[in-house]
């Protein structure tokens, strides 16, 4: 079974320049969630989507950031314009299904790692 | 609000030196308490689920352990290739999953 493919795998860019990254979830996975990880810490959540709908996005900078998840299956997080603290690693991951409370395992793909210059 | 932390930061092993990794939780509503593997370069890996105080799970060389207010992830006689950086992650009523900032291990043959 296919696991989360997430690409680019890399993106060097300058500020203030726009990026954007895609995710593809496990098949049959209804939640995809994506997160942001620094350099020695573990992932933050910016967007958690239950098939097409962004059931919590609290921790997104709607400022700069925006995702899409069209037909509930791929997901695009964008970041316009990217600014030096945005250089980071950003992890989608997948799961069966969430229902709020957490209890279903979730699924990692490799990450983009981003660096803004 | 709920929090994760992990200790130690890093742990230094020889190969077969049996130890144990430390995440402690504060958590509203445990719904599961999640360990992952994480190598360089790569996604987190999933590991284990624990959703009460008491449960124990194994997976090789590893065991993780429950109680209400820490789990622990212990290391039977090590190799090298458990070299890696483990997270320790609580999910609660929030609906999200809250990560502790992760124990990198190297095991020196």
């Known amino acids: 079974e296919a696991g989360v493919v997430q690409s680019p795998r890399y993106k060097i860019i300058e500020k203030k320049q726009p990026v954007a990254f895609w995710c593809n979830p496990i098949?049959?996975?209804?939640?995809l969630y994506w997160y942001r990880q620094n350099l020695g810490q573990g992932p933050e959540l910016l967007i958690r989507?239950?098939?097409?709908?962004?059931?919590?996005d609290s921790q997104l900078p709607k400022d700069r950031f925006s995702a899409e998840r069209l037909k509930g299956v791929d997901s695009t997080l964008k970041i316009q314009p990217a600014e030096l603290g945005d250089s980071a690693v950003y992890l989608c991951?997948?799961?069966?299904?969430?229902?709020?409370?957490?209890?279903?395992?979730?699924?990692f793909g490799p990450g983009t790692r981003l660096t803004v210059t | 609000e709920d929090q994760v932390t992990q200790s130690p930061e890093a742990l230094r092993l020889q190969e077969g030196e049996s130890s144990s990794l430390n995440c402690s939780y504060t958590?509203?509503?445990?719904?599961?308490l999640f360990w992952y593997r994480q190598d360089p370069g790569k996604g987190p890996e999933f590991l284990f689920t624990?959703?009460?105080a008491g449960e124990e799970k194994e997976k090789e060389r590893l065991k993780a352990t429950l109680t209400k207010k820490e789990s622990f992830l212990h290391i039977t006689a090590p190799k090298p290739e458990d070299s890696a950086t483990y997270l320790c992650?609580?999910?609660?009523?929030?609906?999200?999953?809250?990560f502790g900032q992760g124990t990198t291990l190297q095991v020196k043959p």
């Open positions: 991951a997948s799961s069966l299904g969430d229902r709020g409370t957490s209890s279903y395992e979730q699924y």
């Open positions: 098949s049959g996975h209804n939640t």
């Open positions: 989507y239950e098939n097409e709908e962004a059931v919590d």
């Open positions: 958590v509203s509503g445990l719904r599961g």
């Open positions: 624990l959703y009460s």
């Open positions: 992650a609580v999910g609660g009523a929030t609906g999200k999953l809250i």
